[in-house]
Structure formats: C-alpha cells, structure tokens
C-alpha cells in the first residue's frame, strides 16, 4: 500500500503553492510531513516560481508539532536535532527567496506552523483563525522564532506570546502587524494567492532589491 501524500505541490500561473495534506490530523506536523515539506520547497522549480503561498488542506491549516512528538518526556533525545536540521533547511529558504512568500491560514495556526509564517513576507487569515506559539507550555524554548517575532510585534508582546502561549486572536494579530488581512475563510487561499501574484507582476528584480533593503531580524 502506498504511503500517503503528506504534502501537495502545485505552480500555477508562476505561483507556487503548498499545501500540509494531513487533514485528518489537522495538518499536525510530525517528521515525515516536515521532511516532504522541505523537500516540496527545495525541488520547486525556481525558473518557474515568481510567489509562494503555504497553506494546508481542511479547516484547519496547521495544528503545530504533533502532540505524539511534543509530548514526549524524552523529545530532546528523540526528535530535537532531527526537527532543528529539518526546520533550519525551511526557515533558510523561505527567508531566502527573491519573490514574495506568504501563508494562508484558516482555523488555527499553532507551534510550528505560526512560526513558518514568521519567516515569509506576508500572513493571510481567516476569521475564526487561531494563532498560538504554546511550545513554552511543553517545555520546549523555540527561541530561533523570537528575533523574527518581536521585529513584528516588540519586544513587551513577544514575551507575552512565547511566554504564555496563549491564543491570539486574528483582530489582535491584525492589529499587532502579525497579520496582512483577515478574511472570510472561504476566501483566505484566494486572497493570498492574489497578494503574492500582485506582487510578483511587478519587476522581480526590483522585488527582489527591495526585499533585500528591509530589515532581516537574523
């Protein structure tokens, strides 16, 4: 029996999508799904991409880390350099590329998949979307997502996200800069889709010069 697709990769009209295919688990990231996503990303073809937009299959994008993974006493031992090579191969070529980045999210996104969106340009939500960094409250310090964090949100709102992990709902985000737009769920891969492309129709050189001018936190 073939293995289940766990990540979906299409290029349409120059735009790159990617979708977390594991509804069933509400996109739960454990290390086959990390290990396809960076592989999805890294064979895109770069002659034919001019934007990226990440997202995932059913109503909720990403539910963050598998709780199996978290959740384990030992998950120093076990997953932590594995996930630190896996995540550090994303994050480098998200905030790599020349051509506009974004995440569409639609209910809830948590741990690790609100942190991928740390390291694009642009955050798409739906209305009753959820974000969350709740690492601290499995004892885990997620302290390469900080920088990239607090250059949104300032440092006295940072802590309180990764000190609490607790929720954020899309109007603060929104009003916290976390946030590009909140829309209707229904809308959220169109809407991003349609961000990105109207950025990529502008020259890519000139994209990209500009995107090299603003602030790296790293």
Known sequence: ??????????????????????????????????????????????????????????????????????????YGETYADEIG????????????????????????????????????DFL??????TLAMPEVQFGIAASHSIPYLEAIVGSRVAKEIVLTGEAVSPERARALGLLNRVVPSEDVEAETRELVGDIADHDSAVVQELKGELTDPA
Not at 93 to 120: D, E, H, K, N, Q
Not at 124 to 129: H, K, L, N, P, R
């Open 1 to 74: 029996m073939a293995s289940p697709t766990l990540v979906d990769s299409d290029v349409t009209d120059g735009i790159a999508t990617i979708t977390l295919a594991r509804p069933d688990k509400l996109n739960a990231v454990n290390l086959e799904l990390l290990s396809a996503l960076r592989d999805a990303l890294v064979d895109l073809p770069e002659d034919a991409v001019d934007g990226l937009v990440l997202t995932g299959a059913g109503d909720v994008t990403c539910a963050g880390m598998d709780r199996d993974i978290v959740a384990d006493p030992a």
């Open 85 to 120: 090579e896996l995540t550090g191969e994303i994050y480098e070529f998200l905030t790599s590329r020349p051509y506009p980045t974004a995440v569409g999210a639609r209910g809830a996104l948590i741990g690790i998949g609100f942190i991928l969106s740390l390291r694009c």
């Open 124 to 129: 798409v939500a739906g209305e009753e979307t």
